[in-house]
């Protein structure tokens, strides 16, 4: 049986991950399994425990929300169905919204940043135009050239492998469908 809370904010990142955490008894099978533990100072199972007390903003703020890559493998493994992944996602929004994005967090945001604009534009990923956008939105965020050029060394062995695609694909046929997606997913949740 479920548990059931009373505090909205937990209702919400409940309603928006589909889950209930309440139902987490600590086990910490998700952390266990995941598979970016190892880099992360709050573990999926932490992050969950301080959703339950109500610490939102204190999950939302750690870096371990954006190492979080979505592989689901936490949701999977968890004996009490909460979807883990879904949570840590919708703490990904409240960062956002609550301007409070761990400062060591901003290149990953630049990078998911231009990859949903990529796909929104396209309709499916253009990678020239991916790094491009993320170079110049991670420089304008830290002004740091050695990291604006980190990567160069990898372009050429890509190319060579045949998985860097200078070639510009042609964007999908109904981007009308795309747009309607991206209205979708962005509309409150109710
Ligand atoms: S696997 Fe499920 S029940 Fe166990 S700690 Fe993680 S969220 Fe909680
Ligand atoms: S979805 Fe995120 S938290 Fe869950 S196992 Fe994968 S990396 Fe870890």
Redesign the pocket.
Known sequence: MSHTTQNPEIVKIEQTAHTHVCDCYQCGK?SA?????DKMEVL?STLIRLVQCGEILEAAKSLSVW?????????ARCPKSVN??GV?DTLKEISIEKKCVHPKAARILAFQRAFLNTIYRNGRTNELELVAEYKIRGFLNDFNPLLAMKDASLGLPMFLLGKLHLKIGAPVRDKALVKRIFKKCNKPTQ
């Open positions: 998700c399994g995941c598979p970016m533990a999926p190492q979080c890559v979505s592989c689901l493998t936490c949701s883990i992944a840590i």
